[in-house]
């Protein structure tokens, strides 16, 4: 069975979420320091033309008989003029008192000489910019100080930063879409090796424990390399635990079997009633011990290989009626029967050893329970899936226990007096799960167990 990772989140997703969020950030930046720099441009056109408006009226004023004139020139206000007929204020001054204009302009301090001083302020609630130059004028016997400020709204300012604005969102949404899609083949890039890496040790055989060898990232080296050390510590441990498994076999069933001969020997010259019966007590002892032995070991190698399953193609008719040849002296010495039927051939891919084994206890159990002078059925079908089903006429199974008699160790309460384990129906179990199959108890209508194998 797979054994589901401990995912936590997407790799993929946290880096793709990484560099579209720092595209995000990069466009939501561009936009901000472009429309700043525009406004900036923008506003320093507009301070261009002021200063020269200014410039221009300051150039036509003159002093006469100790009165300023001011001869306004077309241009100085016509240079001002936009599309969204911003208005214009403005405001002249001779030594502090208004000469002309709007007495409610905003005054910039001013320094006899300096350039042109340039700043925002309100004018009938509307937002302007203000420039203003100051100007001595000398006269035959007079000197006076003359001030000019010329205003205009923002009104086409605003709307020519409202296209640029736009203008750049329009890029900055291109630019984040283009960092989407390069955002995206870059993760896909960066993955790549490592989904390959994945399937490449998805589709190696269960037993194919051989390193990596295939080029990985600089980065995946110590992954690869703790995985190919892995492989081989696991590899050596399997091949450590089949050996043992195969060793514990031969020395537990050998023994056994040599001290039951000797038992059965001994039997056989022994007269006095009382020592006959302990000896068979012996004899039936180091059965339980040998089958107890036996179940245990096949259990521990069926749990060794039903996760690294040795399928071949397999005829379970094939394999049924080999067992049924060897299993025929056993039960002829009970006069039991046993009837095979089937499909011409059920071809299944499955481990041999294992659906010996499987086959075999399930097979063993009917001839412990059936009576003398019985029969068992086996029946090979390949409708509606591959199966084994196994049918006796003994006692069947206890039907509160039905649903727990495939658990280790468990027997029924009519297992009394018979040998065994209660091991034989949770290996048979466990290597229909083992092949994805099931195995299903229930009781005969006729009287009897019967036993479905499915493959």
């Known amino acids: 069975m797979r054994e589901a990772a401990n995912v936590s989140g997407s790799l993929r997703a946290r880096l793709a979420l990484t560099l579209i969020g720092g595209a995000a950030g990069l466009a939501v930046l561009l936009f901000l320091v472009v429309r700043s720099y525009a406004a900036q441009i923008a506003q320093q056109g507009q301070d261009r ?26 241009a100085a206000f016509s240079i001002l003029s936009t599309d969204q007929d911003d208005r214009v204020f403005y405001a002249i001054h001779q030594d502090g008192t208004l000469l002309s204009g709007y007495d409610t302009l905003p005054q910039a301090e001013q320094t006899i000489g300096a350039d042109v001083v340039h700043v925002s302020g309100d004018m009938r609630g509307s937002d302007v910019r203000i420039a203003s130059a100051s100007r001595t004028l000398v006269g035959a016997d007079a000197r006076t100080l003359v001030t000019v400020a010329v205003a205009q709204t923002q009104e086409a300012l605003q709307v020519t930063l409202n296209r640029i604005s736009l203008n750049v969102a329009y890029f900055g949404a291109g630019f984040f879409v283009l ?39 600089l980065e995946m080296g110590p992954l690869v390399s703790s995985l190919n050390n892995f492989m081989a510590r ?17 020395r537990v069933r050998t023994p056994l079997a040599t001290v039951r001969s000797h038992a059965e020997t001994t039997l056989q010259r022994v007269e006095r009633e009382e020592n006959r019966q302990a000896l068979r007590s012996m004899v039936r002892a180091i059965d339980e011990s040998s089958r107890a032995a036996g179940q245990l070991l096949d259990h521990a190698m069926i749990t060794f290989r039903a996760d690294h399953l040795e399928r071949e193609s397999l005829d379970l008719v094939a394999l049924v009626q080999d067992l049924v040849i060897r299993l025929t002296p056993i039960a002829e010495m009970k006069d039991i029967a046993l009837t095979v039927e089937s499909d ?70 009519n297992a009394t007096g018979t040998i065994g384990s209660g091991l034989g129906l949770t290996i048979a179990q466990d290597v229909a799960e083992a092949h994805g199959g099931d195995l299903q108890l229930d009781n005969r209508s006729e009287g009897g167990a019967c036993v479905t194998f499915t493959v």
């Open 49 to 74: 033309i002021l200063e020269a408006s200014v410039t221009s009226i300051l150039d036509a004023a003159v002093l006469r008989d100790g009165l300023v004139e001011v001869d306004f020139p077309y």
């Open 179 to 217: 960092s989407v899609l390069v955002a995206s083949w870059a993760t896909s890039t960066t993955i790549r090796p490592l989904e390959r890496l994945t399937n490449s040790i998805t589709r190696r055989g269960p037993k194919d424990l051989t390193p990596v060898a295939q080029p990985v990232p």
């Open 234 to 250: 696991l590899s050596a441990s399997l091949s450590q635990s089949e050996d043992f498994i195969a060793e514990a076999a031969h």
């Open 344 to 413: 011409p051939e059920v071809m299944v891919a499955a481990d041999s050893i294992l659906l010996q084994n499987a086959l075999r206890n399930l097979v063993d159990n009917a001839l412990k329970y059936s009576p003398v002078e019985s029969e068992i059925i086996i029946e090979v079908k390949s409708a509606p899936q591959p199966h084994v089903q196994v049918m006796d006429e003994g006692p069947g199974f206890p039907p509160d226990q039905i649903d727990r008699l495939a658990t280790r160790f468990l027997r029924g309460d």
